[in-house]
């Protein structure tokens, strides 16, 4: 049976940033470091005023399409996955498409659009749905696009106003793909829970401190269950490993707790025995807190290790290298840490091709999902054609009397006119309104 997975991925970043440690932390009266070391985030990407989920998704796909010479026939699926959708019938794919099809010659009648809902784990299942899709025998030889865009925003003041970002993640899903094929193992760890969420409203309740904490024991969840499917996890067996990335801290506390599990009975615990004992075995222990503080204290002692710094260094830091300058984009951020360290290793000439990565996916309310993929032949040049780093590099840089203004561009209860603050050039932009209320999008040469 063919490989089935990622062929090719776009990145559209938000044209404006916010700088954290420059403009907001001073304006909070807050330390830099909290965000640049705690956090471990120096901007948010926020979009101008005529930018929007509709044109960064539409964006990013129509520099895929050209790139790989994909034309609309070619394209049998079009997934939008988001938290941020501003109609809650008409999908969000539906207007990406009517884009499109200003550009590229043809039309998109023959593709099955939809819409994907679970907070930031929906971007994963929309690449599920592709993979069942194809693998059922069902596309006709066609393409899935599965789109991730997100304008994450919070409520000013909110704890989660530091972690802010927008942008979209496109990707092109079929058969022989040249960036990674996906393995048909999955462990899934899913709860009723509270931690995040947006009842008939559009920026987000949140118990931040919460969410961490199920963010964790969820992806633990997750961890044993793909085990329990029968996927070998010891930690030598990847070359990457690209977490749901809300903030790079986030992935840190997660990273060690991890790999701790991952090395548990085998040949790395043995090795750091000398040095820092054995793993804490819950049957050693009467009382549960006991057992918890020896835990804890081992997990310290653990990511002081050089082997815990070695590994984290060459499978977890490459992924961040995009996060930490665009913040939190709920659907798409997995996908820019997957992204993110493809990019980092083609840049140290890391030979990858057929290595495995361990694609680690969050959504709040709350569910996490583990799968491995596989490296293809075509991943470095695939991913040397990303023009990530130039987008971060010309983003207008906001003021913070710019940042109040544009969140109130982009907040649906406030009235505000502000002119855009940069000039659209090559790409689709937000129009205004038509008659029945929808929002209307043009391309600009
Ligand atoms: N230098 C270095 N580190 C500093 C610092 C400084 N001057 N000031 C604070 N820090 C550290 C804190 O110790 C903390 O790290 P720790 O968790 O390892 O202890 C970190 O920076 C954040 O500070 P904290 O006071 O906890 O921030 P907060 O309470 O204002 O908000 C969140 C943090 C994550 C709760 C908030 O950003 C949020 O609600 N985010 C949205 C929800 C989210 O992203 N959840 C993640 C799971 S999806």
Redesign the pocket.
Known sequence: MNEVGIDGVEIRTGKLQLDLAETFAPAQG??????????GLRASSLPDVYEDIVTMGANAAHRLMERKGVDLEDIGRIDVATESAFDKSKPVSTYVAGCLEQVFAGDLHHANKGERKF??VSGTQALDDAFNWIRAGRSRGRKALVIATDTAL?ERD??????QGAGAVAMLIDEDPDVASFSTLQGYGSADET??LKPNQQF?S????R??Q??LARMREALEDLETAGADTHPDNFALIPF?T??P??V??AAVLGYRHCIRGTDIEAEIADEIGRQPRPEAFDDGEAYLDALKEYTDKLAETTQYAEWYERTVAPTLGISEHVG?WYTGSVHIARAAGLKAAAEDARDLTGQQMLVAS?G?GAQAEIHAETIQPGWADEISQLSIDEQIQNRYDLSFEEYEQIHDVHNHDAETDLEPLTTPDGEFVFDGWGRMGERKYTYVE
């Open positions: 807050e330390d830099p470091g909290k965000y640049t070391k705690g956090l907070a930031c919070y909110d704890p989660g106003e530091a972690t931690d995040f987000p949140v118990d931040g401190k969410s961490m199920v963010y749901h809300p903030f801290g986030m840190k506390k939190n969050y709040s």
